[in-house]
């Protein structure tokens, strides 16, 4: 055989290896099921940053959620002008083509969700998971609030954050989505611990995460501070979203 017509004969192997993988893929496409596209808005607490959630995010992503995780100047305003975060991260999600829109936040970020849902309807929101989030108000805030560094250390919108009647989270009414709610009971804080009665982690009681609205409620043996970073929180995330529901397959 020439060589001319070995290269013929491979080029028409080539053709049709191609023309059939191109059959394959579109068969797949044809059979596999339409799923809906979700995506998770993450904002982080007061004093952090997006990269605080970053451990989160990677998780997400890999489960294939599209993920918004943005920083927010969380000590330069107060509550309401920080909320505007939540309506950015859900243009994102519309931006994504999103059909289903959910949040997970850490501390302050509970409470921005809270804040912006109180005025605005968002069809496509579904979830949020809080972790620690100071719903009732933070003893902390309350007993620390008018003195200097935690004024400078938490700006405005720490001062809304006490356990008073009145405080900003004592104020803000029920929200139109299925709330789950993940509250730390370590603490390696050891100058607020003594001032938080009952369990807590650190900054947060757990009674003072806790909604009237939530739809399931979980307590893991973290820290305030680092909860975003354990492995079982990611595990309760990704069953509440998919889910609804704490519930992990080893239950």
């Known amino acids: ?79 309401n002008a920080l909320s505007a975060i939540v309506g950015d991260g859900i243009s994102q999600c519309r931006e994504a083509n999103a059909e289903n829109i959910h949040f997970v936040t850490h501390s302050l970020g509970g409470i921005l969700v809270r804040k912006y849902f109180q005025n605005n309807m968002v069809p496509e929101a579904k979830r949020v998971v809080m972790l620690g989030p100071p719903n009732r108000g933070s003893e902390v805030a309350s007993l620390h609030g008018d003195q200097w560094w935690f004024k400078l250390i938490t700006g405005p919108a720490g001062q809304e954050l006490g356990v008073e009647p009145t405080s900003t989270p004592n104020q803000l009414k029920r929200i139109p989505l299925e709330v789950g709610i993940i509250a730390g009971t370590e603490s390696l804080d050891p100058w607020f611990s003594d001032s938080i009665p009952g369990p807590h982690d650190g900054k947060v009681s757990v009674e003072s995460t806790r909604l009237e609205e939530m739809t399931d409620f979980i307590t893991v043996p973290h820290s305030h501070t680092f909860m975003t970073e354990a492995s079982v929180v990611y595990e309760y995330v990704s069953a509440f979203l998919a889910q609804g529901r704490f519930n992990l397959r080893s239950e």
């Open 1 to 79: 055989m020439h060589s001319s017509e070995k290269r013929t004969l491979h080029t028409l192997f080539l053709f049709q290896r191609n023309e059939m993988r191109r059959y394959l893929v579109l068969l797949l496409l044809v059979s596999q099921p339409s799923f809906a596209v979700d995506c998770v808005v993450l904002l982080h607490g007061l004093g952090r940053t997006s990269m605080s959630m970053n451990s989160l995010e990677r998780s997400l992503r890999e489960e294939g959620y599209i993920v918004v995780n943005d920083s927010y100047p969380s000590t330069g305003a107060d509550i």
